[in-house]
Nanobody
Framework: QVQLVESGGGLVQAGGSLRLSCAAS????????MAWYRQAPGKQRELVAI???????NYVDSVKGRFTISRDNAEKNVYLQMNSLKPEDTAVYYC???????????????WGQGTEVSVSS
């Protein structure tokens, strides 16, 4: 069984900061990419930021310069530092990991349960 557990969401005023954390646990052989997605009410889920096992990162244009994704490979954690938050960042944020449970396994995507971020104007 693999679990991804997010934490760190909450309510913040525009211009504020939050740090999201996600911890992967269970039977895991290796993790390639880890990412954060978000889904705002009435909208499709979108990729916010992604980090590979080698540390390469990519961001959706709307958060570049404000959000920073990082990971701790030893602890199987991924983080999202969100600064200069805007009301349009309001969404449920989901952690995603592309991982193999065993050496002979194919890589599959796993998801956390989501953590809510609300930014007031």
């Amino acid at each position: 069984q693999v679990q991804l557990v997010e934490s760190g969401g909450g309510l913040v005023q525009a211009g504020g900061s939050l740090r999201l954390s996600c911890a992967a646990s269970g039977s895991i052989f290796s993790i390639s990419a880890m990412a954060w997605y978000r889904q705002a009410p009435g909208k499709q889920r979108e990729l916010v930021a992604i980090v590979t096992s080698g540390g390469s990162t990519n961001y959706v244009d709307s958060v570049k310069g404000r959000f920073t994704i990082s990971r701790d490979n030893a602890e199987k954690n991924v983080y999202l530092q969100m600064n200069s938050l805007k009301p349009e960042d309001t969404a449920v944020y989901y952690c995603n990991a592309n991982l193999r449970r065993y050496w002979f396994d194919r890589a599959s995507d796993y998801w956390g349960q989501g953590t809510e971020v609300s930014v007031s104007s």
